[in-house]
């Protein structure tokens, strides 16, 4: 197997076992099921370049709507979180000047992700934590008709931390693990 499709593979994985598992997102069910994730591993590391395969998969899901979502996977060049973070809003920048503002939004995933205020070791970070430092494009219309479905969307977040901590950050650490491992 290739280190591409390894990636994507221990990605999907990380959706399946952990985000799907533990409904840290209520609406990725729903696209697992349908196949409808899209898994794009990008080999760059020039941040120029970065954007480039960035805006393609924009342009990508423009023209298949059958692709619900693409996970953007950075698996070299960006194990730094904050440079990282700096890609995530590179990103959104791009999604601005191409007129995407509206029709696409962000999500971020990385392997040491933090919230602002937390400490590194917090298990509360593992709701954003990823086997790779990953870039969630999603239909901006599509989560809008999804949170409209759902009870009291804005209790997702708290909800998952609560969740978290309950579980703390072995479980976790763990689950990251045997997501790299299968």
Known sequence: MSEISQVELETANWVSKVIMKY?????????????????????????KQVMKDFLTECQYLDENPQAETTLFILPRGFEGFYSYLDIVDLANDKLLEHDYEGVYQLASFHPDYCFEGEPQDSAANYTNRAPYPTI?????????AALAEYNEPETIPERNIAFAERKGSDFFEALLKQCKQS
């Open 23 to 47: 409904n840290i997102c209520p609406f990725a069910r729903r696209e697992i099921e349908r196949n409808s994730i899209r898994y794009f591993t990008c080999e760059q590391t020039k941040v």
């Open 136 to 144: 969630h494009i999603i239909r901006e219309a599509s989560m809008e």
